[in-house]
């Protein structure tokens, strides 16, 4: 046993999947709590987990993920639906790094509890299905969501005067069983983002894009615009769920296209850094950029970086790469006064 303990030692974290060379069942919860003391990140694919050994995981596991990948033969579950995981938690009084779920694993009342929480530094959740719940992730007190939402579930309204704690924000609306007033409830959530203020990282992502005619393109930049302006301290923009919006095609008939509207605002953001389109091949880049516009982002703020969703900058490979290197090179000297 101690010899395993010590092979855990910066592993990268513990995988628990289908079939295991040892009897994780069988593990007393003062062996789980050694196990955690080597390992705290710890993966759980599949298992069903007794009161002693949840209150084990929810006291000493820094990184918790249930259900990361699919699995045959199982999934992760607790004897008393997460009561004990929750009641240790309350107690706990380090921080909890990251907890991400894929399958849920908590009975609804339980969940509840879980997000009232003061304690995570990030969490990862996926589409509740519980009206009453869809909301609270946004309130959680953390540092960092990556959440989706069932837009079937919100309203316009919901979003008015939400307090959404996160300063590093992914969200996805789903859309696939959403009303025709869906997109009314995207430009709410965006508006409120825009008066909160607050957020250093922000990705928004929608799901089954058949439905993007419910989206004006000019009204949804505009909105986007109120979000850069509104957040001062926003150094990442995540466009890469949204780059459909920015085609060159879609903007034609706009005064302003889309993509200028967001390219004005982020010229003037003195702490922006890094935007991200959903962009995966040449062809693409030729309908979304217009390089044009892009020189004259990199000419007028020196502090950004686009990049496609692969992290790789986005240029024309020659007149654009000068100015990432001028750029580079002027940041450098700035750090030097």
């Known amino acids: 046993m101690a010899t395993f303990l010590w092979s855990l030692q910066d592993s990268g974290g513990l995988y628990i999947r289908g079939r295991h060379l040892l009897d994780w069942k069988a593990f007393q919860p003062k062996q789980w709590r050694q196990i955690l003391q080597a390992q705290p990140a710890l993966h759980l694919q599949t298992g069903t987990w007794t009161p002693a050994q949840s209150r084990v995981l929810a006291m000493y596991a820094s990184c918790l993920h249930f259900g990361?990948?699919?699995?045959?033969?199982?999934?992760?579950?607790?004897?008393?639906?997460?009561?004990?995981?929750?009641?240790?938690?309350?107690k706990r009084k380090t921080p909890f790094r990251c907890l991400s779920v894929q399958t849920m694993p908590w009975s609804h009342e339980n969940l509840r509890r879980l997000l009232q929480q003061d304690i995570f530094e990030k969490l990862v959740l996926p589409k509740l299905e519980e009206k009453d719940c869809v909301l609270l992730p946004l309130s959680t007190k953390v540092d960092a969501l990556n959440y989706t939402i069932d837009a079937?579930?919100?309203?316009?309204?919901?979003?008015?005067?939400?307090?959404?704690?996160?300063?590093?924000?992914?969200i996805r609306f789903f859309l696939l069983y959403a009303g025709p007033d869906w997109g009314e409830s995207v430009a709410s959530f965006l508006k409120r983002v825009a008066e909160l203020g607050h957020f250093e990282h922000l990705c928004i992502k929608l799901?089954?894009?058949?439905?993007?005619?419910?989206?004006?393109?000019?009204e949804t930049a505009q909105a986007l615009v109120d979000v850069i302006r509104g957040n001062r301290s926003l150094k990442h923009l995540d466009l890469s769920g949204l780059d459909w919006m920015f085609s060159l095609d879609v903007g034609a008939s706009s005064a302003?296209?889309?993509m200028k509207q967001v390219w004005d605002a982020i010229e003037e953001h003195s702490e922006s850094r890094t935007v991200t389109l959903g962009i995966y091949s040449p062809d693409r880049i030729q309908r979304i950029v217009e390089?044009?516009?892009?020189?004259?982002?990199?000419?007028?703020?020196?502090?950004?970086?686009?990049?496609?969703k692969?992290?790789?900058?986005?240029?024309?490979?020659?007149?654009?790469?000068?100015?990432?290197?001028?750029n580079s090179f002027y940041n450098g000297s700035t750090d030097l006064i």
């Open 310 to 326: 692969e992290g790789k900058r986005i240029s024309n490979g020659s007149t654009i790469d000068k100015l990432y290197a001028l």
């Open 256 to 258: 302003v296209p889309p």
């Open 291 to 308: 390089y044009a516009s892009l020189e004259r982002l990199l000419s007028r703020n020196r502090n950004v970086t686009v990049i496609d």
């Open 152 to 170: 079937a579930l919100v309203q316009p309204e919901d979003f008015v005067n939400l307090d959404i704690a996160a300063r590093h924000l992914t």
């Open 207 to 218: 799901t089954d894009l058949a439905h993007r005619r419910n989206l004006e393109p000019a």
């Open 68 to 90: 990361e990948m699919p699995v045959t033969g199982g999934e992760v579950a607790f004897h008393d639906d997460g009561m004990a995981f929750v009641q240790a938690l309350a």
